[in-house]
């Protein structure tokens, strides 16, 4: 009778969940915050800082998502990263971010729909301001 009921979940194309690989334990860690400081026109620079278990990757991302929410705030909608410097001093980490903001989609390859990326940072827990 067991193996009727095996037969009949594996056919009704349920996975039987593997007990092989343990779940990963999620990054700890905290968004410190962010500076923001116009250079010149529509040359914006961003200070992000964090600290604890996160990644390089992880603070890339949350200076991206300050710079798309202020793409919005100052009424545009498109942004162009320009370059990110990473330093990481013992537990806290410190990104140097330089965007370009415009209305209309600027010319290169590392453009952002800032409303889009808007929404994604809320998905993933990544704060905008």
């Given amino acids: 009778m067991r193996a009727l009921w ?15 690989t343990a779940p990963q334990a999620p990054a700890f860690g905290r968004y410190i915050g962010s500076e923001t400081r116009l250079l010149d026109g529509d040359l914006v620079n961003f200070k992000v800082r964090m600290e604890g278990g996160l990644t390089r990757q992880n603070l890339i991302d949350y200076a991206e998502c300050v ?5 919005l705030v100052r009424g545009y909608a498109f942004a162009r990263h320009v370059r990110t ?45």
């Fill in 67 to 71: 710079a798309a929410q202020y793409t």
């Fill in 6 to 20: 095996v037969g009949l979940f594996l056919l009704s194309g349920c996975v039987v969940p593997s007990t092989d």
């Fill in 85 to 129: 410097t990473v330093t990481r001093n013992g537990n806290l980490w410190v990104g140097d971010a330089i965007y370009t903001i415009s209305a209309t989609i600027p010319r290169g390859l590392r453009t952002i729909e800032a409303d889009i990326i808007v929404e994604s940072c809320a998905a993933r827990g990544i704060p905008t301001v």
